[in-house]
């Protein structure tokens, strides 16, 4: 399972890990997340996640 970034505030969801903060158990997939999940450092919705190879390499 890919992990995905946030540019906005660097936050990483790694399905191995889940989110504990939301109750989101490890093994769940991006994709399986509720569509009201956001982020739980700044808020942000799911939409502005990309894939962690996407990323621009600094």
């Known amino acids: 399972m890919q992990q995905q970034v946030l540019q906005r505030c660097d936050y990483v969801y790694d399905p191995a890990l889940g989110d504990p903060s939301a109750d989101i158990p490890p093994g769940t997939a991006f994709q399986d997340l509720p569509e009201d999940w956001v982020c739980p ?3 942000v919705g ?3 996640f990309e894939p962690e190879e996407d990323q621009p390499t600094p």
Do not use: A, F, I
């Open 46 to 48: 799911k939409e502005m």
């Open 41 to 43: 450092d700044c808020g």
